[in-house]
């Protein structure tokens, strides 16, 4: 498959679209502390399965030389960015976690990843959700057929920075088809007019992964797929799928869902950051 998708294809990847965000909706409304992600896991596997469709992520690999990853879910908590391991640990009052799905249905795939809050959160860390929130669709805008890939990043990288945040550089987004990643590699950094040139029907993730302190970050040597802030600070991050059009961006997948169940992290309120 080519990166410019016919309104068929993209019609199919509107389905898979949906499917991922009706199953991070359904994860949502189990996220509570006391519950374990490998529970979670387990309720996003059986509510995709039901719909005849199947986990995108699992038996994944990146090459040949790296393990596949075991899971349904990427469950990344607290300095986790991204590709967390599932575990038996029950979340706890204060966390974040941040649920990145994948799905594959009717030849297509489907991806979109989304930051919870458990409970009350840490000033601080509604400040990050609001911040990566607000990039990606700071990012999402920057998409069109007048532009290029550089415009994404850029646009992403300078809303970040100006708000003192660090903007992950190992980790980008991608487009997406009949294979979970192809080109172009969408990073969330960049120069405005440079990369590769957006065009009509293109259909990428954009997906904004956020430190609130350094943007460096490190592998978790114990199951070689975790990726860590390299101090040890909160990580966010959102995904969604979009369509490239004329003028603006069709966005495929929803956080509609998500939002009826649960009050959005960057909707906390804050005693003393003033946003704007």
């Known amino acids: 498959m080519g990166m410019l998708k016919t309104p068929h294809e993209i019609a199919l990847l509107r389905e898979s679209a949906e499917l991922v965000s009706l199953t991070l909706a359904e994860v949502a409304r189990h996220i509570v502390a006391g519950q374990t992600t490998k529970e979670l ?46 575990t038996d640990d029950p979340l706890r009052e204060g966390d974040l976690v941040s649920i990145d799905c994948g799905v594959f249905v009717n030849g297509y795939y489907g991806d979109s990843a989304y930051t919870f ?26 998409a069109s057929s007048h532009g290029t890939v550089g415009d994404i990043g850029h646009a992403v990288q300078h809303y970040c920075e100006a708000q ?40 990428m993730c954009i997906e904004p992964m956020i430190n609130l302190g350094t943007a460096d970050v490190m592998i978790d040597t114990e199951d070689g797929w975790t990726v860590r802030s390299a101090d040890g600070s909160s990580s966010a991050h959102y995904e969604h799928m979009i369509c490239i059009g004329s003028a ?9 869902y ?3 169940i649960i009050t959005p992290p960057y909707q906390q309120q804050m005693n003393t950051f003033a946003y704007g």
């Open 117 to 142: 809050g458990v409970g009350e959160l840490t000033e601080e860390n509604i400040r990050l959700c609001r911040t990566t929130y607000e990039a990606l669709h700071i990012g999402i805008n920057a």
């Open 41 to 86: 896991d387990r309720i996003a596997e059986d509510f995709i399965r039901s719909y005849d469709a199947e986990p995108a992520f699992k038996g994944y690999r990146m090459d040949k030389n790296h393990p596949a990853f075991p899971y349904t879910l990427c469950t990344s908590v607290n300095d986790a960015v991204v590709h967390g391991f599932p």
């Open 164 to 203: 003192g945040m660090g903007v992950v550089r190992e980790l980008v987004g991608h487009g997406i088809g009949t294979q979970l990643h192809e080109s172009p590699q969408v990073p969330n950094f960049g120069k405005a007019r440079k990369g590769r040139r957006l065009r009509t029907g293109m259909t």
């Open 258 to 260: 998500i939002e009826q």
């Open 248 to 256: 603006e961006s069709d966005i495929l997948t929803t956080f509609d």
